[in-house]
């Protein structure tokens, strides 16, 4: 496998779907935990179709798919037997997983998988180290250690019976240190990268949600950031609210830019379905990821300082050509470089694939303090600023 950054699809999918609340719905809704565990018994998701989740991810750009195997409520969304809580035990009784696993390798698609450390179902699921323990079955006995067999067993489960698995994304840090937890997964995939939520050091970082927390130019470490379409939820929610196209864009091209991966989160409705508010949006992502034509992935930072008079900036450098990613947009019609390495032999907006005009010369509004005169700019123009204002302004240059 090759680890460059991607662009990917988060999908948290239970039989909290059927609430059309949230993901965690039996313990924000404060739902009685015999009605919510009953919903096993109503799941039959007959509309799913994993080969049609798959197409639409790739038509967004996306290379991989990250699966919720089990979330915190400890619903396993696979053949496991390890619990009866399962989809197995459901009306539609198929495994879902092994179906998704299939789809993904007949095109193309890598396969990740989620697992919830916290579990609100299982005997000895509760951590009093860690967070999340809102619904845990029982607090008197604690027995860490047995909830790590069945752990253990399940991951064995999940990393022998689908094929390659590209990613393993520990939910909730545990707060306990057992290295034979990552052990036993690099063990049956060995090529696997593993995520800093789990029971002792992984391989990247994920930070949630809010891409104002990158700083610099480029992560110090593999990182992979998500967030959901919508605001409120990750699962499937009736009235949710949606982020704007412009946010998440921008939280994209600001995370991808600095060399890390993305999930975008979209949660399937009880029917298997991924609904049409959230399917329309996914696709608006996609148009304008698709438009930046590769440039996201396995770029290298571009460590020239181009000095971008008002506008936020990111360059990166691929296949001999310089992006500048103004993931906040840019504030004019035109983009002026104090600093340039060479004059350019082309200029493009990716946005629109439009060649832009280009030229060095003076600019009376960027001024000497001592002086009083204008000066030297690689001045570039003609960009359509009002019609692009939904969305990150990619530029790219190619140096003569």
Same mark, same amino acid.
């Given at each position: 496998?090759?680890?460059?950054?991607?662009f990917?699809?988060?999908?948290?999918?239970?039989?909290?779907?059927?609430?059309?609340?949230?993901?965690?719905?039996?313990?924000?809704?404060?739902?009685?935990?015999?009605?919510?565990?009953?919903?096993?018994?109503?799941?039959?998701?007959?509309? +799913?179709?994993?080969?049609?989740w798959?197409?639409?991810?790739?038509?967004?750009?996306?290379?991989?798919?990250?699966?919720?195997t089990?979330h915190?409520?400890?619903?396993?969304?696979?053949?496991?037997? +390890?619990?009866?809580? !399962?989809?197995?035990?459901?009306?539609?009784?198929k495994?879902?997983?092994?179906?998704?696993?299939?789809?993904?390798?007949?095109?193309?698609?890598?396969?990740?998988?989620?697992?919830?450390?916290?579990?609100w179902?299982?005997?000895?699921? %509760?951590?009093?180290?860690?967070?999340? @323990?809102?619904? *845990? *079955?029982?607090?008197?006995?604690?027995?860490?250690?047995?909830?790590?067999? %069945?752990?253990? !067993?399940? *991951?064995?489960?999940?990393?022998?019976?689908?094929?390659?698995?590209?990613?393993?994304?520990?939910?909730?840090?545990?707060?306990?240190?057992?290295?034979?937890?990552?052990?036993?997964?690099?063990?049956?995939?060995?090529?696997?990268?593993?995520?800093?939520?789990?029971?002792?050091?992984?391989?990247f970082?994920?930070?949630?949600?809010?891409y104002?927390?990158?700083?610099?130019?480029?992560?110090?470490?593999?990182?992979?950031?998500?967030?959901?379409?919508?605001?409120?939820?990750?699962?499937?929610?009736?009235?949710?609210?949606?982020?704007?196209?412009?946010?998440?864009?921008?939280?994209?091209?600001?995370?991808?830019?600095?060399?890390?991966?993305?999930?975008?989160?979209?949660?399937?409705?009880?029917?298997?379905?991924?609904?049409?508010?959230?399917?329309?949006?996914?696709?608006? *992502?996609?148009?304008?990821?698709?438009?930046?034509?590769?440039?996201?992935?396995?770029?290298?930072?571009?460590?020239f300082?181009?000095?971008?008079?008002?506008?936020?900036?990111?360059?990166?450098?691929?296949?001999?050509?310089?992006?500048?990613?103004?993931?906040?947009?840019?504030?004019?019609?035109?983009?002026?470089?104090?600093?340039y390495?060479?004059?350019?032999?082309?200029v493009?907006?990716?946005?629109?694939?439009?060649?832009?005009?280009?030229?060095?010369?003076?600019?009376?509004?960027?001024?000497?303090?001592?002086?009083?005169?204008?000066e @030297?700019?690689?001045?570039?123009?003609?960009?359509?600023?009002?019609?692009?204002?939904?969305?990150?302004?990619?530029?790219?240059?190619?140096?003569?």
């Amino acid at each position: 496998m090759i680890y460059d950054n991607k662009f990917g699809i988060f999908i948290h999918w239970g039989i909290y779907a059927l609430t059309g609340l949230q993901d965690q719905a039996i313990a924000r809704y404060g739902l009685d935990r015999a009605e919510y565990e009953a919903l096993q018994h109503k799941f039959n998701p007959v509309k +799913y179709d994993p080969e049609q989740w798959v197409l639409y991810a790739k038509a967004a750009g996306m290379k991989y798919i990250c699966f919720t195997t089990k979330h915190h409520d400890g619903f396993c969304m696979w053949d496991t037997k +390890y619990t009866e809580y !399962n989809v197995m035990n459901t009306p539609y009784g198929k495994d879902v997983l092994k179906m998704l696993a299939d789809a993904c390798r007949k095109h193309g698609m890598l396969l990740s998988l989620y697992y919830s450390n916290p579990d609100w179902h299982h005997e000895y699921g %509760y951590n009093p180290a860690s967070t999340h @323990q809102w619904c *845990v *079955v029982q607090t008197d006995r604690v027995d860490t250690v047995r909830y790590r067999e %069945y752990v253990k !067993n399940q *991951v064995t489960e999940l990393l022998t019976n689908y094929g390659p698995i590209y990613t393993m994304f520990w939910d909730i840090d545990p707060k306990i240190e057992d290295p034979s937890l990552n052990e036993l997964v690099r063990k049956l995939q060995p090529d696997i990268l593993i995520n800093d939520r789990g029971w002792s050091k992984g391989d990247f970082s994920t930070p949630e949600r809010e891409y104002q927390a990158a700083k610099g130019t480029c992560f110090s470490r593999r990182t992979e950031a998500c967030n959901s379409l919508g605001q409120q939820s990750w699962g499937y929610r009736k009235e949710e609210d949606f982020y704007s196209i412009r946010h998440l864009t921008t939280s994209i091209d600001r995370i991808m830019s600095m060399g890390g991966s993305y999930l975008l989160n979209a949660g399937p409705s009880a029917e298997g379905e991924i609904a049409s508010e959230y399917l329309s949006r996914l696709q608006l *992502v996609g148009n304008w990821y698709n438009r930046m034509e590769g440039c996201l992935e396995g770029a290298e930072p571009d460590e020239f300082d181009y000095a971008s008079e008002h506008n936020e900036c990111v360059a990166t450098k691929k296949n001999g050509k310089t992006y500048l990613h103004f993931y906040n947009g840019i504030i004019s019609s035109a983009v002026a470089l104090k600093k340039y390495p060479a004059l350019p032999k082309a200029v493009r907006l990716l946005n629109t694939g439009k060649p832009l005009s280009f030229k060095v010369e003076l600019l009376p509004e960027f001024f000497s303090g001592e002086t009083g005169k204008g000066e @030297q700019y690689l001045h570039i123009q003609g960009i359509p600023v009002d019609e692009l204002a939904s969305e990150p302004i990619v530029l790219e240059i190619e140096w003569d």
